[in-house]
């Protein structure tokens, strides 16, 4: 196994280790690797010349589902059944969809660029999920 391969295994391998910053820094982590997918399923419909918004779509439901298995069974200590997580974490991703398209209608209100305006966004839901993942989702 190589070094990066290595780092994340120690990074996400222990549900039990009950440190806020090693959870956050899992769940950030895993974020990467759920955008990862996303993006990739994404560039491989548009390739079979699905449509933008099918493609990201498409991804948006790898991305989503690669992040609630790492979430489930790597990070947190879920008190709840698969079964009654979901439910839970679709409302979660319905809520931080609303939330994203709410606070970068605000931020580019204020005359931000796209991109600023977006990478804070994501940056201020990065902490919003993590909240609703340990309090709520898998609670």
Do not use: C
């Not at 990862?36 to 991804?59: E, F, K, N, R, S």
């Amino acid at each position: 196994m190589n070094r990066i391969g290595r780092v994340f295994s120690a990074v996400t391998a222990s549900r039990s280790n009950g440190g806020w910053i090693i959870q956050l820094m899992q769940h950030l982590a895993t974020g990467v690797v759920a955008m990862t997918a996303h993006y990739v399923v994404m560039w491989l419909a548009l390739a079979i010349q699905l449509t933008p918004v099918l493609a990201t779509t498409a991804g948006f439901i790898v991305g989503a589902t690669t992040k609630f298995f790492f979430s489930y069974f790597h990070i947190f200590e879920p008190e709840r059944g698969v079964a009654n997580a979901i439910p839970h974490y679709i409302l979660a991703l319905a809520l931080q969809m609303a939330v994203n398209a709410g606070l970068l209608t605000a931020l580019l209100s204020i005359d931000l660029p796209v991109w600023p305006a977006q990478l804070l966004t994501t940056v201020l839901l990065a902490g919003f999920n993590f909240l609703a993942y340990k309090f709520w989702v898998f609670k």
